[in-house]
Nanobody, 124 residues
Framework: QVQLVESGGGLVQAGGSLRLSCGAS????????MGWFRQAPGKEREFVAA????????VIADSVTGRFTISRDNANNTVFLQMNSLKPEDTAVYYC?????????????????WGQGTQVTVSS
């Protein structure tokens, strides 16, 4: 079993940046694809980004392409989401998830373990 804990959320002005971290425990994430999702109030959970076993195999949602970057540090069992040029519509709770596959997925049901989420609020 993998335990995931997100951190790094907070309040930021539009145009600013945040870096989210997802720390894993229980097992090494080196054999897990990792993903980030978000959920805004009253909306469904939305895919943001995913990375496979290989750090170069990333998938980014169209809504954040060019602004967000996902990366992983297997040695420290951590996944990151670098968020630049933030917009008010990026406001949501951001969740980290893992799946025991080599490649990431855009679908939340493909993930096995989830963190509790971290709040990101972008003010205009």
């Amino acid at each position: 079993q993998v335990q995931l804990v997100e951190s790094g959320g907070g309040l930021v002005q539009a145009g600013g940046s945040l870096r989210l971290s997802c720390g894993a425990s229980g097992r090494s994430i080196s054999n897990y694809a990792m993903g980030w999702f978000r959920q805004a109030p009253g909306k469904e959970r939305e895919f943001v980004a995913a990375v496979g076993w290989s750090p170069g195999t990333t998938v980014i949602a169209d809504s954040v392409t060019g602004r967000f970057t996902i990366s992983r540090d297997n040695a420290n069992n951590t996944v990151f989401l670098q968020m630049n040029s933030l917009k008010p519509e990026d406001t949501a709770v951001y969740y980290c998830a893992s799946r025991a596959r080599s490649s990431g997925s855009r679908w939340s049901e493909d993930y096995d373990y989830w963190g509790q989420g971290t709040q990101v609020t972008v003010s205009s």
